[in-house]
């Protein structure tokens, strides 16, 4: 607690007057929690040591820039949030021309766009090479948008071994012909 002597030249100092601080104390109550709490247990500004006396014709706006800032993160933080749920509708409500984009552009797909791939879209076809250890190899045709595109990827045969995907997909078209093959087989003389 600061002595009156101590009050008294911070005051002339500060060029301030007893009433001035008092003034600067009431409002601070509205500002200040800790002033507010203080003020609820009978205290005053002659009750503090020098330095927080010294603190007080200038801790309102001290508050004030704190509540501002906090008040501008938060509506930062708002408006964020609506941004990342802006973006993700839009991802959903856009996928098909999203992957497509990528596609067309070169731009390599991720693990997770690659499984969606095989997932999420119709495969029209799908072939199953051998089965490993592991693994085996599987090719799908998937068609997005009237266009069909391929993917080789590995299908996991545990429940422990995961999908993978190492290769981007490409587009293909499907043709029919006849192809005719010549087959030669080695017979018994008998």
């Not at 009978?42 to 906090?70: C, H, L, Y």
């Not at 545990?158 to 030669?184: A, G, L, M, R, S």
């Amino acid at each position: 607690m600061a002595t009156k002597k101590d009050i008294k030249e911070l005051l002339k100092k500060l060029n301030l007057k007893e009433s001035d601080m008092d003034t600067y104390w009431n409002e601070l109550i509205e500002t200040n929690s800790l002033v507010k709490q203080l003020n609820k247990r009978g205290k005053t500004w002659r009750d503090m040591n020098i330095s927080f006396i010294a603190k007080i014709p200038t801790q309102k706006q001290r508050d004030i820039e704190v509540a501002e800032r906090k008040k501008k993160e938060e509506e930062e933080k708002i408006e964020s949030e609506l941004k990342a749920k802006q973006e993700k509708e839009y991802y959903e409500n856009h996928y098909e021309e999203i992957i497509l984009n990528k596609i067309d552009s070169g731009e390599k797909l991720n693990k997770s766009e690659l499984s969606n791939l095989v997932w999420d879209f119709e495969e029209v076809d799908c072939e199953y090479g051998d089965n490993r250890r592991w693994s085996r190899s599987v090719t799908s045709i998937v068609k997005i948008n009237d266009r069909f595109f391929c993917i080789k990827w590995e299908n996991g045969l545990t429940e422990n071994q995961e999908n993978e995907f190492y290769d981007q997909p490409y587009e293909v078209e499907k043709k029919t012909y006849e192809k005719t093959i010549t087959v030669t087989e080695w017979v018994s003389k008998k």
